[in-house]
């Protein structure tokens, strides 16, 4: 049976707002796999500078696509999470998880104590 911690219009709300979130990781990830290409193409090219130039900027690209991909999955299990009715519940220590937690990061696994145990990835990472 599942413990329902916030309310389904506060739900309906979170669905919306992590719906939101999901589209624009995934409007960065193609953003950021089409630079990856592009540039990953240009580290065979030009003078050495500018080709390790291109294999630095390829390798920072790979890291905030990983980055974005890690989010993306958090998003998508948030969403899962609201379908099993097991939303807004600690998956640690099963505890309701604050309304102004989900609030700020609608996609939290873990309440406040347990999330600083529990390394999240940062939201925006770069
Ligand atoms: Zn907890």
Same mark, same amino acid.
């Given at each position: 049976? $599942?413990?329902?911690?916030? =309310?389904?219009?506060?739900? !309906?709300?979170?669905?919306?707002?992590?719906?939101?979130?999901?589209?624009?990781?995934?409007?960065?990830?193609? &953003? %950021? =796999?089409?630079?990856?290409?592009?540039?990953?193409?240009?580290?065979? /090219?030009?003078? =050495? !500078? &500018?080709?390790?130039?291109?294999?630095?900027?390829?390798?920072? %690209?790979?890291?905030?696509?990983?980055?974005?991909?890690?989010?993306? +999955?958090?998003?998508?299990? !948030?969403?899962?999470?609201? =379908?099993?009715?097991?939303?807004?519940?600690?998956? /640690?220590?099963? +505890?309701?998880? $604050? +309304?102004?937690?989900? +609030? $700020?990061?609608?996609?939290?696994?873990?309440?406040?104590?347990?999330?600083?145990?529990?390394?999240?990835?940062?939201?925006?990472?770069?």
């Amino acid at each position: 049976m $599942s413990i329902l911690t916030i =309310s389904l219009p506060r739900q !309906a709300e979170r669905r919306a707002q992590l719906e939101h979130c999901w589209r624009a990781r995934l409007e960065r990830i193609t &953003e %950021l =796999s089409l630079a990856y290409h592009d540039t990953a193409q240009r580290t065979g /090219q030009g003078t =050495s !500078a &500018e080709r390790s130039r291109a294999a630095r900027r390829v390798r920072k %690209l790979a890291r905030a696509a990983a980055g974005e991909r890690q989010e993306l +999955a958090e998003i998508e299990a !948030a969403l899962q999470r609201i =379908s099993n009715g097991e939303y807004g519940q600690c998956e /640690q220590c099963r +505890a309701p998880i $604050s +309304a102004a937690l989900l +609030a $700020s990061r609608p996609q939290a696994r873990y309440c406040e104590s347990c999330g600083r145990l529990a390394a999240q990835p940062a939201p925006h990472p770069r």
